[in-house]
């Protein structure tokens, strides 16, 4: 069974550019997260999608950073434009339902903002 | 809101048994988690506890006491791999997992 897939997975933006990541979770898998995890920290989350509507986005800076899932399998999220304090790694999870508290992560988008 | 306690760093010797205390407060609780993330790697997926008591998964096990708000995470026959970063997770009101600070572990020979 493949894992989650993330791209790129590597990424350096100047302040004010825009950015997106890229997440394909796992087959199957209806629920979809996005976290920041700032170095040092755990993550923190960002967004939650079940199938392609929006479950929390509460904590998604919403004057800077969107996400969609449009077709309800892969996702994108965006960060436009960029600040010094969005140098974080980027997590993207799914599992197969919302409430399941099994969580499966991929590698990670490692963002620094120059 | 949550918010969750465990200490930022443990160090322990190849073979022994160590334990990583989380304490949490939270509006809605569902139950506890743990993850282990080693240094540049994903979070996966260790345990949960919903209810009161001692899950057990090979050298891991995991403690939870609701009414103390508490729980840990066991390793035992400590391994140099088992060098990483924990972490307590809750999932609370929403189905939501908010993840603590994490204890990073060392193991030494």
């Known amino acids: 069974e493949a894992g989650v897939a993330q791209s790129p997975r590597y990424k350096i933006i100047e302040k004010r550019q825009s950015v997106a990541f890229w997440c394909n979770p796992i087959?199957?898998?209806?629920?979809l997260y996005w976290y920041q995890q700032i170095l040092g920290q755990g993550p923190k989350l960002l967004i939650q999608?079940?199938?392609?509507?929006?479950?929390?986005d509460s904590q998604l800076p919403k004057d800077r950073f969107s996400a969609e899932r449009l077709k309800g399998v892969d996702s994108t999220l965006k960060i436009q434009p960029a600040k010094l304090e969005d140098s974080a790694v980027y997590l993207c999870?799914?599992?197969?339902?919302?409430?399941?508290?099994?969580?499966?992560f991929g590698p990670g988008t490692r963002l620094t903002v120059t | 809101g949550q918010s969750l306690e465990q200490p930022s760093e443990v160090t322990a010797v190849e073979g022994a048994i160590v334990q990583i205390n989380c304490t949490y407060q939270?509006?809605?609780?569902?139950?506890l988690s743990w993850y282990q993330q080693h240094d540049g790697g994903a979070p996966t997926f260790l345990s949960y506890?919903?209810?009161?008591g001692l899950e057990e998964t090979g050298r891991f096990s995991s403690f939870l006491s609701r009414s103390d708000s508490y729980g840990y995470l066991l390793l035992q026959e400590l391994q140099m791999k088992d060098s990483a970063s924990y972490f307590c997770?809750?999932?609370?009101?929403?189905?939501?997992?908010?993840f603590g600070t994490g204890t990073q572990l060392k193991v030494e020979l």
């Open positions: 997770a809750v999932t609370g009101g929403g189905n939501k997992l908010t």
């Open positions: 999608f079940q199938n392609n509507g929006v479950v929390d």
């Open positions: 087959s199957g898998h209806a629920t």
């Open positions: 999870a799914s599992s197969l339902e919302t409430g399941d508290y099994e969580q499966y």
């Open positions: 939270t509006s809605g609780f569902y139950g």
């Open positions: 506890n919903a209810l009161d």
